[in-house]
């Protein structure tokens, strides 16, 4: 590298008259660009350029087109390259000729590239580069190579060739082709990946027309000028013809891919009458590659390159269309399109006979395909996040669900087995209790006088027994269906008074005096709840109570609350047990005075029921001095 540092290179025509000097002073591989003496319609070997002189000369790299010849031809090319000092280790790169070629090397023939026969027959063309070592004891190169072309649109020597040092332009020569071949498997990693996508979902098209994009220019590439030519190396055998024909029949197909692509991808917005015409130019064209020969089918090439900006205009359009309808996703694409396109379209530039352009920049395609694909993973891996955030989202909202029916479920298991246990133990003892007595009292085993006694106890029995079911109606309701409140007028002395009433028989029987200090007042409150509190709580007054005793009830009011206060001289509790006597678990019921049986669920729901309409309870108890329970309620309005 040092030393051809310090080369300069003179490319000399034969003919004086016609000679062309280029001074090239650069470190590196250096480029043999410039003007070749160039021989049209001739094949001349080194001995011929001793007795003729060259006619014309012609820009490296190029092709003789340029210069008004047909794509198709034959022709020489010739040039001397005058080193400063001899250069072992140095080789010469000539990369593809179309279509085949025979090198010299100072009057020695090095290499053929296909099959260079003047008689098509005979002629098969191959598209390969060709590395040739420099002679270490000479500072004068001559290159003669003659050049064939039956096949290809633009014949000559189109790439230029470059001189260095072996070891760099193997290493350039592989980075390229490992650069390309990184590319190709990008693309048919993604055409995978597509065609994966357009099976796992119904609608899925888009990933269909999407994956052959990928597909046809990973194809493209391995064929292709300024490609790795993979697929021509590993198939040898193969023609060149066919070669060429894939390259251009997938390159007229994307004509009608990229539209249905975009019209598939939002099919709401798409405009569909553009897309028949898309669908039939580029079968036509297609058509045109498998019946007709090279020389006919590339010179439609600029028709299929109308096509494809025809095709970017009408996806920009359909594209801005569903952005506007607030499509999110139609933003990203739009982006991606636009950020490929000059891609593309530099690309068609230098492919276009109409207006060519000498782009020295390679993988134009690829690497706008590539772009226009990391819009499309971003897409994909946004859509991926957002699913993944809402599945956890729906995961925590069903295990909350889950959770609270697992909550229900187990609270109703237990109301059922409270249920059971009391409608099996509480609500059957009294009921066996009177058929008893009804058995006793059909076979004559009771005088009239003893039946009226019985009749009393049984009434009592009835009384609380139907008590009992309301509360364990209200209890049941309670604990699968919530409280449901509802505001009202009450007269408060008067709800008093007709729950007495109610009271009266029990109270006589065990010679209890129930006492009302409740003036005549009128409040706003659940006449449903209050009644369901006094019920209970006279009750258990009266069950708490001994022979003789008295139950009283208080009531005060002020600006926004009034209470009650129901008050006995019973047995009285414990300071524990009545800490605990209306919590929930509390279920476990208490012998009366004169053993009466109860649920243990009176208290309980007492409690929750007054919570729902802002009251509160309280108890304050004494052993054998009696039970005070104090009411508080806000006034409804």
């Known amino acids: 590298m040092g030393r051809l540092g310090q080369l300069a290179i003179l490319v000399l025509v034969c003919f004086p008259a016609l000679s062309q000097e280029i001074k090239i002073n650069s470190t590196g591989v250096l480029p043999l660009s410039g003007d070749w003496e160039f021989v049209w319609n001739r094949l001349l070997t080194p001995d011929d350029f001793q007795k003729s002189l060259g006619d014309t000369l012609l820009h490296v790299p190029g092709s003789w087109i340029d210069i008004g010849h047909p794509d198709t031809g034959i022709g020489t090319y010739r040039v001397k390259i005058r080193l400063n000092e001899t250069m072992p280790s140095h080789s010469i790169l000539i990369p593809i000729i179309n279509s085949t070629a025979k090198v010299w090397l100072n009057g020695k023939l090095v290499d053929e590239l296909g099959v260079c026969d003047v008689d098509p027959a005979k002629y098969r063309a191959k598209f390969s580069s060709l590395l040739i070592a420099v002679p270490a004891d000479t500072t004068m190169i001559e290159l003669v190579v003659q050049v064939i072309n039956y096949s290809y649109s633009r014949g000559g020597i189109v790439s230029a060739p470059y001189i260095g040092p072996t070891s760099v332009i193997l290493q350039r020569v592989n980075a390229r082709k490992g650069v390309e071949n990184f590319f190709v498997g990008s693309l048919i990693a993604m055409f995978v990946y597509q065609i994966i996508l357009f099976f796992l979902y119904q609608k899925g098209k888009p990933y269909l027309y999407l994956g052959l994009i990928c597909l046809i220019v990973a194809l ?56 028949p015409f898309f669908v039939t130019m580029s079968t036509l064209l297609c058509l045109v590659v498998v019946f007709t020969p090279h020389a006919i089918y590339s010179r439609v090439l600029d028709v299929c390159h109308l096509l494809l900006i025809a095709g970017f205009a009408y996806s920009v359009a359909v594209i801005t269309k569903a952005w506007r309808a607030g499509n999110k996703d139609a933003s990203i694409i739009l982006l991606g399109v636009l950020a490929s396109f000059p891609f593309i379209l530099l690309e068609i530039l230098q492919n276009s006979r109409v207006l060519f352009i000498s782009i020295s920049f390679p993988f134009l395609v690829e690497l706008g395909v590539l772009i226009f694909l990391l819009f499309q993973v971003y897409l994909l891996a946004n859509h991926y996040a957002v699913a993944y955030k809402k599945l956890e989202m729906v995961n925590i909202e069903l295990e909350a669900k889950v959770q609270a029916r697992t909550t229900e479920l187990t609270k109703a298991n237990q109301v059922r087995e409270k249920l059971l246990s009391v409608v099996s133990h509480d609500l059957k003892s009294p009921l066996n209790s009177l058929r008893g007595v009804l058995n006793i009292y059909h076979k004559g085993g009771f005088t009239d006088q003893e039946m009226k006694s019985v009749t009393r106890d049984i009434t009592e029995n009835l009384s609380t027994t139907s008590m009992l079911v309301d509360n364990i109606l209200l209890w049941t309701s309670s604990q699968l269906k919530g409280v449901k409140v509802s505001i009202s007028k009450v007269n408060l002395h008067k709800l008093v008074e007709e729950h007495f009433k109610i009271f009266k028989n029990i109270a006589e029987h065990k010679n209890i005096e129930l006492i009302s200090d409740v003036p005549e007042m009128e409040i706003y409150s659940d006449e449903q709840i209050l009644s369901l509190v006094l019920r209970n709580l006279i009750a258990n007054a009266i069950k708490f109570s001994y022979e003789n005793g008295r139950v009283e009830i208080y009531a005060r009011r002020d600006e926004q609350s009034f209470s009650l206060r129901i008050k006995d001289n019973g047995k009285g509790m414990p300071a524990e047990v009545a800490q605990t006597l209306f919590h929930a678990k509390s279920t476990v019921s208490t012998e009366g005075t004169s053993s009466e049986k109860g649920t243990g669920i009176g208290l309980g729901l007492c409690y929750d029921y007054l919570k729902h309409i802002g009251g509160e309870i309280a108890v304050q108890s004494e052993l054998e001095k009696g039970t005070t329970f104090t009411i508080h309620i806000p006034l409804g309005k």
């Not at 198939?235 to 024909?245: E, G, M, R």
């Not at 390159?251 to 099919?267: E, Q, T």
Request: proline fraction near 9%; charged fraction near 15%.
């Open 220 to 275: 493209r590439a391995l064929v292709t000028h300024g490609g790795s030519f993979l697929l021509p190396d590993l198939y040898p055998s193969i023609s060149l013809d066919f070669w060429k024909k894939m390259e251009y029949f997938v390159v007229y197909a994307v004509a009608a891919i990229f539209p249905l692509y975009s019209y598939y991808l939002f099919p709401m917005q798409a405009y569909r009458k553009p897309i």
